[in-house]
């Protein structure tokens, strides 16, 4: 069974930076593509960043030039380095690894001043 463990989520101003950890187990994460989801309140969950096992990147045009997603196969984590965060960029964070479809719990994310 695969488990998705979100870290690195918290009140930041705009303009700041945040990095954002997903620790996975339980799967052969070396071979598979990871995402990077986010749901604002009172939207729905959208697609924010997907990296393939080669390392190809796909990123929503909201982020594109802010945000980079990067993956460790030795620590089996994949990570979302968040730049020039906007107010926009509010929302519950979420790591999926479609190979399995499963889900983390989440980290919430705050940029406010």
């Known amino acids: 069974q695969v488990q998705l463990v979100e870290s690195g989520g918290g009140l930041v101003q705009p303009g700041g930076s945040l990095r954002l950890s997903c620790a996975t187990s339980?799967?052969?994460?070396?071979?598979?593509?990871m995402a990077w989801y986010r749901q604002a309140p009172g939207k729905e969950r959208e697609l924010v960043a997907t990296i393939s096992s080669g390392g190809g990147t796909i990123y929503a045009d909201s982020v594109k030039g802010r945000f980079t997603i990067s993956r460790d196969n030795a620590k089996n984590t994949v990570y979302l380095q968040m730049n020039s965060l906007k107010p926009e960029d509010t929302a519950v964070y979420y790591c999926y690894a479609p190979h399995v479809r499963a889900w983390g719990k989440g980290t919430p994310v705050t940029v406010s001043p």
């Open positions: 339980g799967s052969i994460f070396s071979i598979n593509g």
